[in-house]
């Protein structure tokens, strides 16, 4: 069995060959946000029947059992493999998303209210680093 099933199997659900794979694109390439449209369009390459509300069954499920983490950026689910609390950066210029390293601010919030964080949905706004240089260099061309 891979790492996958076994993941699976340890949060209680039952193996199936959709989960394998949804939960195999989300968790690979760790730093990627996913819309569930994103993740639908993967899977309908080889599964091209596969209706919508399975796949967002299926995140729902993941999501609820800590396989995954979600958040709302514009009042859409995003889906990242990344489930240790962080801080998510949205930039609005190019809608990217950044997962920030920030921990100890997460973790005042335990000590706060003497609980323990099980997920994260904060989102911080702004504008990247790859648009700030592209504004700039916008500025300097108008300049001229
Ligand atoms: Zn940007
Ligand atoms: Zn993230």
């Not at 689910?77 to 920030?100: L, T, W």
């Not at 609980?115 to 504008?127: A, D, F, M, P, Q």
């Amino acid at each position: 069995m891979g790492i996958t099933e076994e993941q699976i199997k340890n949060h209680g659900l039952k193996v199936t060959p959709q989960r394998v794979k949804i939960l195999e694109y989300i968790k690979r390439g760790s730093g990627d946000h996913f819309s569930a449209e994103n993740i639908h369009e993967y899977v309908k390459k080889e599964n091209p029947n596969i209706p919508a509300a399975t796949v967002y069954n299926i995140l729902k499920v993941f999501t609820e059992r800590g396989l995954i983490n979600s958040f709302e950026v514009n009042g859409r689910a995003m889906y990242e493999g990344r489930v240790e609390p962080h801080i998510n950066f949205y930039c609005q210029s190019c809608g990217k998303i950044y997962d920030s390293e920030i921990q100890g601010d997460l973790k005042q919030i335990e000590s706060d209210v003497k609980g323990k964080i099980l997920s994260s949905t904060v989102l911080v706004r702004g504008i990247c680093e790859e648009c700030l240089t592209a504004e700039k260099e916008n500025e300097i061309v108008q300049e001229i």
